[in-house]
């Protein structure tokens, strides 16, 4: 049985058969009180049904993960409060484990996050794949911030043949924002 992927500007595959999905949702809020509540939502399912030790029998399309966490921050990006969620889980241990990520509630989402979030969370005192979420959901905060702050302040004319200024925070960070490269130079340049 051979599964297509959705469409993807990747090269055509050689034929195969699905055998995982994992989905993950991520999607930021900006609350009333003026908090931002940054959510990710994870799923591993398989396409055939398969036994578990201690689940039994888990029908083809059931999660044998569902985790879901939630960050809610301030306008520092400073981590106000944490909720953890395990619905379903290969081990009913699993959920146990939740309550340790209060560990994260004071921690800023900034330059170095993960590996404070690592040092309160990693190995037995927490859990991979929430864990595994913690750097898309930091992306998440940066972007939802900059929608809260750019909704905040009305959009101020500007000349639209020139680019904006790359924040310095940005810098380095990927192959397009390389401080030597064409668009630093050209933003440089204003």
Do not use: W
């Not at 500007?9 to 009333?32: D, N, S, W």
């Not at 009180?33 to 029998?57: V, W």
């Not at 509630?105 to 330059?111: E, F, I, M």
């Not at 690592?118 to 190995?123: N, S, V």
């Amino acid at each position: 049985m051979t599964n297509e992927s959705p469409q993807m500007p990747l090269t055509k595959a050689a034929p195969r058969t699905l055998l995982h999905t994992r989905v993950i949702q991520l999607r930021g809020y900006q609350r009333e009180d003026g908090l931002i509540d940054i959510e990710a939502h994870m799923t591993d399912t398989k396409p055939y049904t398969f036994s578990n030790s201690e689940r039994g029998t888990i029908p083809a399309g059931d999660p044998l993960h569902d985790m879901s966490l939630r960050l809610t921050l301030d306008d520092t990006l400073t981590n106000r409060a944490v909720d953890a969620a395990m619905d379903s889980t290969p081990h009913t241990i699993c959920p146990a484990i939740t309550p340790n990520f209060q560990r994260l509630v004071g921690l800023s989402v900034a330059k170095g996050f993960l590996k404070a979030a690592a040092q309160q969370l990693g190995g037995i005192d927490g859990c991979t794949h929430l864990r595994e979420l913690l750097q898309q959901m930091g992306t998440v905060a940066f972007q939802t911030m900059f929608s809260v702050r750019s909704l905040k302040k009305p959009e101020e004319p500007r000349d639209p043949t020139k680019p904006r200024k790359i924040p310095a925070a940005f810098l380095n960070t990927c192959h397009a924002y390389n401080e030597s490269g064409p668009l630093a130079t050209q933003h440089a340049a204003e």
